[in-house]
């Protein structure tokens, strides 16, 4: 069954949000410390302050529902989705999917342009946000595919195409995995390639850069990485309590994985934390990372990659067309990792163009 979805925070949990920012205990910090030990304490304070005393979540929330909000049950998860018509009816359907420390809420610039040629469905992946936390073992990526198949299969379509970033990627190149005969294309703006010495294919200058810094990432894995994807429990104890260290942890994302000419607004931000903390999806949200087993995810059907130069690594195209049918493969000129946030107009229009190649049935 699918059932309209209104937001409608409690007052109560605003008001709570509102006492424990006023009550925030901050730690020291060496003078002149700037990046070198983690998030800089101004700065920190700054959003702190502007989340307790200017940011309005009524005011957001207003603006959100006015999408057509939805909730269904799909193996034993509640699932929140957004679901937008095309005014073509006969467009093609296309699922998104968000990662993290993103949300459904990373889509909103661009519902408009792709919803002129596209229905879309907008799902919060299951332990997300208004999806809620998950209450058993085994929610990863593939699991996730299967219930975005089935998801689509109860709103009626046959055919449809997926795109994701991040997590989101990932899941999406598993649903054309796990539904191969529905889906048509799958377009990713986040594709790691590992090195791979047995490869047997020349690498330009270019692409042996790109190797090193995964080659740097795997050497040093960034902790925020290895807290959730070995202890996603214990980090979920802070991040639940602590509206302040639920804000660093994803504003720190924010911070270093965004081209600084694209940024991210503090608003954006703002929402997408409040997203997290209101639905206090903390751990759930981080036991994705150790659900989730690492490597590459296969797909049977045709690939369409978008590369962002300031990405947390680059895709290296010789790679990714050993485990995947690439058909389209585009270098964006500018954006990070948050591409439908940073540079939405690019996304929309080459999402656009994968899947109105002729190469895409």
Excluded: K
């Excluded at 998860?77 to 009816?89: A, D, G, K, Y």
């Excluded at 590992?194 to 490869?199: E, G, Q, S, V, Y």
């Amino acid at each position: 069954m699918i059932e309209p979805f209104h937001i409608d925070v409690p007052q109560a949990d605003l008001d709570d949000l509102a006492d424990r920012l006023d009550r925030t205990r901050w730690p020291d910090e060496i003078a002149g410390a700037g990046w070198d030990y983690g998030f800089p304490l101004a700065r920190l304070q700054e959003l702190a302050r502007h989340w307790r005393t200017g940011y309005d979540w009524r005011a957001h929330e207003a603006r959100l529902n006015t999408l057509p909000h939805h909730t269904t049950h799909i193996d034993g998860q509640n699932i929140h989705f957004v679901h937008v018509r095309s005014p073509e009816p006969d467009a093609l359907a296309l699922i998104l999917t968000h990662g993290w420390p993103g949300s459904f809420l990373e889509f909103l610039d661009v519902i408009e342009p792709l919803a002129r040629d596209f229905h879309l469905v907008i799902p919060s992946i299951p332990g997300f946000g208004f999806s809620g936390p998950t209450h058993e073992r085994g929610w990863d990526i593939v699991r996730v595919a299967h219930a975005w198949a089935e998801l689509m299969r109860r709103l009626g379509y046959e055919r449809y195409g997926a795109h994701g970033g991040d997590f989101g990627a990932g899941i999406s190149l598993a649903l054309g995995a796990a539904a191969p005969e529905r889906v048509v294309g799958v377009h990713v703006n986040y594709l790691p390639t590992r090195p791979d010495p047995d490869a047997g294919v020349a690498l330009s200058e270019v692409d042996e850069a790109r190797l090193d810094r995964v080659r740097q990432l795997m050497a040093n894995r960034p902790a925020y990485q290895a807290l959730q994807a070995t202890t996603p429990q214990t980090i979920g104890y802070a991040l639940t309590d602590s509206p302040v260290a639920q804000l660093v942890w994803i504003a720190e994302r924010f911070a270093q994985w965004t081209d600084p000419r694209t940024p991210v607004s503090d608003e954006r931000i703002l929402t997408d934390v409040s997203l997290y903390w209101l639905t206090a999806t903390a751990a759930s949200s981080a036991r994705l990372t150790r659900e989730t087993p690492r490597g590459s995810t296969r797909c049977p059907v045709p690939v369409g990659v978008a590369v962002l130069p300031h990405d947390i690594t680059q895709s290296v195209r010789p790679l990714a067309e050993r485990l995947y049918d690439i058909r389209h493969w585009s270098e964006f000129p500018r954006g990070g990792h948050f591409a439908a946030m940073e540079v939405p107009e690019l996304l929309a229009a080459d999402i656009r163009a994968f899947f109105r190649a002729p190469t895409i049935d």
